[in-house]
């Protein structure tokens, strides 16, 4: 059974002035070939809207570093009135205390009793707490205590919220530690019902978006120009050419992306690539010293429900920084597996 949710600081923060061409007019054009007005979840805002609406973060946090770093990168954000941000933190069964991903919450010589993990867990949210009021006196926060499975119960409480964004912490920049990932932030990644950022730091921009012309793409490349977090930030548009490819037609369509991101009021830069996907996205991530990585990635449809592509993966495991990952289907109406139109290109991130 939960216990009561703790309310703090109802009363918005000052509206944030918005940047000169920030709003877009009309409809723009797609590629992908799908029709009608993209619709994502941001408390029952349109794209077309979503300057307008308050956003909802939920945070997950457990003590560790790797939390930390999430909790940073909340709190650094520039928030809005209005907006809300949701601390959880799960307190793991007995027996994943023992032998599960949790296990590394906390030194082993600190974990004595079930009563020292929920101490744990009961102070992570207390810290978190102060540390996000300390950047933002007024903004609205609310925390909750879960018990079970870690990220079943992230994925469920976003969808209870419901969120507009998760994010969780990485837990580690080494291949052995980056499987750690796979447990719990992946694994949120994969069934989350909004986009999710992994935190490797507290910094939003500059920003890498990668662009491989799909449906998928171009959702990741909404956020970019809907969300106003990212409103005037230096954005590297990155598309990597492959075999067979015309690097002609790929580059026009880099520079038609970049194009829209600086009608929004960004700093967007079009980067055409050859090579590896992941390590091309990772290498132009590395000679920006960006922060932020955003990349969109194939969604979950019924029973025939895709992980994480591989390009996506690999980013998320190996990227120098942050990395922000919009699911197909996720938030966004757009066409399933099942009904892709005719002429719309499938992602190769998966």
Request: hydrophobic letters at 45%; proline letters at 4%.
């Amino acid at each position: 059974m939960r216990p009561k949710r703790q309310e703090e600081g109802r009363r918005g923060p000052p509206k944030r002035p918005k940047s000169e061409g920030a709003r877009r007019n009309g409809q723009r054009a797609r590629r992908s070939g799908t029709s009608g007005t993209r619709r994502m979840a941001f408390s029952g805002c349109t794209l077309q809207t979503r300057r307008r609406c308050a956003v909802r973060i939920l945070v997950a946090v457990d003590g560790s570093f790797a939390a930390d770093r999430a909790l940073d990168f909340v709190a650094a954000l520039p928030w809005q009135e209005g907006d809300r941000v949701h601390v959880v933190s799960v307190i793991p069964s007995h027996v994943e205390i023992v032998g599960g991903p949790w296990a590394i919450v906390a030194p082993s010589s600190a974990v004595g009793s079930f009563a020292d993990v929920v101490r744990i867990h009961q102070d992570a949210l207390t810290k978190a707490g102060r540390e996000i009021r300390t950047a933002r006196a007024d903004l609205a926060i609310e925390s909750t205590l879960l018990h079970g499975r870690a990220a079943s119960m992230i994925v469920e409480e976003a969808r209870r919220m419901p969120a507009d964004l998760i994010v969780v912490g990485h837990r580690g920049a080494g291949r052995w530690e980056s499987m750690l990932l796979g447990s719990v932030s992946a694994e949120v990644v994969d069934h989350a019902p909004c986009p999710v950022l992994v935190a490797r730091d507290e910094g939003l921009g500059p920003v890498v978006l990668a662009d491989d012309r799909s449906a998928y793409a171009r959702q990741a490349e909404s956020v970019l120009l809907d969300w106003p977090m990212f409103a005037g930030l230096a954005v590297s548009v990155v598309t990597v050419v492959e075999r067979g490819e015309s690097a002609e037609v790929l580059g026009a369509e880099c520079d038609a992306t970049a194009t829209r991101l600086r009608e929004a009021g960004l700093d967007a830069k079009a980067e055409l690539r050859e090579g590896d996907a992941a390590r091309q996205i990772i290498a132009v991530a590395d000679a920006r010293q960006a922060n932020l990585i955003v990349v969109g990635t194939r969604g979950q449809t019924g029973l025939r429900r895709l992980m994480l592509g591989s390009v996506a993966r690999n980013v998320l495991l190996n990227a120098p920084c942050s990395v922000l990952v919009v699911r197909g289907g996720v938030g966004v109406a757009a066409a399933s597996e099942d009904h892709v139109e005719e002429g719309e290109l499938v992602s190769p991130f998966g």
